[in-house]
T-cell receptor
Framework: GAGVSQSPRYKVAKRGQDVALRCDPI?????LFWYQQALGQGPEFLTY????????KSGLPSDRFFAERPEGSVSTLKIQRTQQEDSAVYLC???????????????FGPGTRLTVL | KNEVEQSPQNLTAQEGEFITINCSYS?????LHWLQQHPGGGIVSLFM???GKKKHGRLIATINIQEKHSSLHITASHPRDSAVYIC?????????FGTGTRLQVFP
């Protein structure tokens, strides 16, 4: 596709439910990032993949959060036993660079707005 | 204290005005991004810079590495420039974001 796509765009979950958020990066992009953006705040880093390797997951807020990119393309962010504080927009971005210090532009998806009731 | 701070948080302007948004950071960086976020969440990268100045149309971005400060300028502002502008710095392998500046330009 022409850009980064994410699905679903909106997700409402009851507290305690598990959710899975999908990111389709730009074809051929090596690096993929997940961010969490709370209402009125800037995005915050969650995790980073280079191809299928998860090189940095220091931003994941708890062990309820899990991300994977098994074939180095599509990525899924899974949140188990959702809590109200998980409500946020989850943004995915990809970039063509391969270096940890890449200064390539990151291309952002439209985000998934998660609301936990 | 946030590692990336922006000012002002909110900004209103009349069409045609010159706009300046400031960003200060306290960590070492390899690059700084200016991003534009429209309602609904879509984020677009405007600039990535590591030194000096870049210009694209009516947008100008400058960075002073020694002072750890960057500015985004919009000349001849237009209502379609209304959006949230976010400064983000690249620190090792991750972006650290400011909280954004909400700009509203009225006709």
């Amino acid at each position: 596709g022409a850009g980064v796509s994410q699905s679903p765009r909106y997700k409402v979950a009851k507290r305690g439910q598990d959710v899975a958020l999908r990111c389709d990066p730009i074809s051929g992009h090596v690096s993929l990032f997940w961010y969490q953006q709370a209402l009125g705040q800037g995005p915050e880093f969650l995790t980073y993949f280079q191809n299928e390797a998860q090189l940095d997951k220091s931003g994941l807020p708890s062990d309820r959060f899990f991300a994977e990119r098994p074939e180095g393309s599509v990525s899924t962010l899974k949140i188990q036993r959702t809590q109200q504080e998980d409500s946020a927009v989850y943004l995915c971005a990809s970039s063509p660079g391969t270096s940890l210090l890449s200064t390539d532009t990151q291309y952002f998806g439209p985000g998934t707005r998660l609301t936990v009731l | 204290k946030n590692e990336v701070e922006q000012s002002p948080q909110n900004l209103t302007a009349q069409e045609g005005e010159f706009i300046t948004i400031n960003c200060s950071y306290s960590v070492g960086i390899s690059a700084l991004h200016w991003l534009q976020q429209h309602p609904g969440g879509g984020i677009v990268s405007l600039f990535m810079l590591s030194s000096g100045k870049k210009k694209h149309g009516r947008l100008i971005a400058t960075i002073n590495i020694q002072e750890k400060h960057s500015s985004l300028h919009i000349t001849a502002s237009h209502p379609r420039d209304s959006a949230v502008y976010i400064c983000a710095v690249l620190n090792t392998d991750k972006l650290i974001f400011g909280t954004g500046t909400r700009l509203q330009v009225f006709p």
